[in-house]
T-cell receptor, first 113, second 117 residues
Framework: RKEVEQDPGPFNVPEGATVAFNCTYS??????FFWYRQDCRKEPKLLMS???SGNEDGRFTAQLNRASQYISLLIRDSKLSDSATYLC??????????????FGAGTRLAVHP | DTGVSQDPRHKITKRGQNVTFRCDPI?????LYWYRQTLGQGPEFLTY????????KSRLLSDRFSAERPKGSFSTLEIQRTEQGDSAMYLC???????????????FGEGSWLTVV
């Protein structure tokens, strides 16, 4: 089983739609949680961190449920420019006490006019 | 440019050849990470350096792969006897400290694309 699992997509939505992505993680010791955005053939870029209290950044809302080991991302009023792959990311501890990022496979979003 | 730089950005090689990728992290960053990303997958962790010490290697890093960071600055990732399955984007990232909890402390390069034909 992969450490981070996501809806595979693709999600094809019209402009203005609301779309939700889900993610589960298997390591209960995971400490930090993020959503990254990756455009085609580009490096991943941090979209937002995810906190248990939920957090919002403009049209984007992220939620974390530690008990269920579940992370979500909601995008409201989708724009054409939101078309990208969204990667769910958790931090995992090395045996030496250092962190590394563990990525899900990503969910592709295509917003059409 | 003060970001993470990778070279070459694109490499096409014949099966069986050796290839080497270079990563120059942000100058004061002492942590360096290599990831591999294949089509339709997220980046997968390969290895991690703290200064010149390679502290963690993934099982994905077979004996054909070797990474070095000889002076604790730039790093190289060499793939020997390349196979078609090695075709991927190889991403390098760097950070100043071990704490990645704030999310904005790790910086990725633009990646090196490898195509093995």
């Amino acid at each position: 089983r992969k450490e981070v699992e996501q809806d595979p997509g693709p999600f094809n939505v019209p402009e203005g739609a609301t779309v939700a992505f889900n993610c589960t993680y298997s390591n209960s010791a995971s400490q930090s949680f993020f959503w990254y955005r990756q455009d085609c053939r580009k490096e991943p870029k941090l979209l937002m961190s995810v906190y248990s209290s939920g957090n919002e950044d403009g049209r984007f809302t992220a939620q974390l449920n530690r008990a269920s080991q579940y992370i979500s991302l909601l995008i409201r009023d989708s724009k054409l420019s939101d078309s990208a792959t969204y990667l769910c990311v958790v931090t995992s501890m090395f045996s030496g006490g250092y962190n590394k990022l563990i990525f899900g496979a990503g969910t592709r979003l295509a917003v059409h006019p | 440019d003060t970001g993470v730089s990778q070279d070459p950005r694109h490499k096409i090689t014949k099966r069986g050849q050796n290839v080497t990728f270079r990563c120059d992290p942000i100058s004061e960053h002492n942590r360096l990470y290599w990831y591999r990303q294949t089509l339709g997958q997220g980046p997968e962790f390969l290895t991690y350096f703290q200064n010149e010490a390679q502290l963690e290697k993934s099982r994905l890093l077979s004996d054909r792969f070797s990474a070095e960071r000889p002076k604790g600055s730039f790093s190289t990732l060499e793939i020997q006897r390349t196979e078609q399955g090695d075709s991927a984007m190889y991403l390098c990232a760097s950070s100043l400290g071990a704490d990645l909890s704030s999310g904005n402390t790790i910086y990725f390069g633009e990646g090196s694309w490898l195509t093995v034909v």
